[in-house]
């Protein structure tokens, strides 16, 4: 019974995927790697693959879009790992209209699709030759929110000021005006006639 109940849920667990359907494959052994596609571009033609990285640019046609990428590794989910080097470049092909309002610089975008025809273009005054991904899916990554770490201080509070308080660590001195009495009798200060 505990057998069985094991292996159901193990069978369960592997049939869930955590990679977003649009970019999801049923066999993701067979995908062409970037590395490979950028050093022999020519033998994976027509192969599956799945890239993505940071949006560079995004130009619209009549009726396609190319998406320029800087390439990153992926996570085990599919999301980019966006760091301070890259592998290089790619060219995405999508067919319609993609608003670059929403799809602007910087975003994290996986593409899945066909490798094609590698294609030169310029990025500035250097000549790049792009690989290029016919795109059957893609996947808009949110944004992620900057991380921040806070610590907790338990040390008293007497001890964190008397222990930074400059030299000779005595507790900060706070000026205050001098308040002298005055007199409220009615009858004129005879001291300063």
């Known amino acids: 019974m505990k057998l069985g109940l094991m292996l159901s849920a193990a069978l369960l667990l592997t049939g869930c995927s955590t990679i977003p359907e649009p970019i999801n494959t049923s066999d993701d052994t067979s995908l ?11 033998q994976f033609v027509g192969q599956q693959a799945r890239w993505g990285g940071v949006i560079a640019d995004v130009r619209n046609g ?3 879009t190319i998406i320029e990428m800087v390439n990153f590794p992926l996570k085990s989910w599919g999301r980019p790992t966006v760091g301070d ?5 790619f060219l995405a092909l999508i067919d319609g209209f993609i608003d670059p309002a929403v799809y602007e610089q910087g975003r994290s975008l996986t593409i899945l699709g066909t490798v094609q025809e590698v294609r030169t273009g310029k990025i500035d005054d250097y000549t790049y030759t792009y690989p290029v991904l016919e795109a059957s899916g893609y996947y808009l990554w949110k944004k992620e929110k900057p991380r921040v770490e806070t610590q907790i ?8 000021h008397n222990f930074y308080a400059p030299y000779p660590y005595q507790p900060y001195y706070v000026p205050r005006p001098v308040v002298r009495p005055s007199n409220n009798s009615g009858s004129p200060d005879k001291s300063k006639q």
């Open 85 to 89: 080097d890259s592998d290089g470049r």
């Open 32 to 42: 062409a790697s970037y590395q490979g596609v950028a050093n022999n571009p020519e």
């Open 62 to 64: 009549e009726d396609y």
């Open 153 to 160: 201080d338990f040390a008293p509070l007497w001890f964190r």
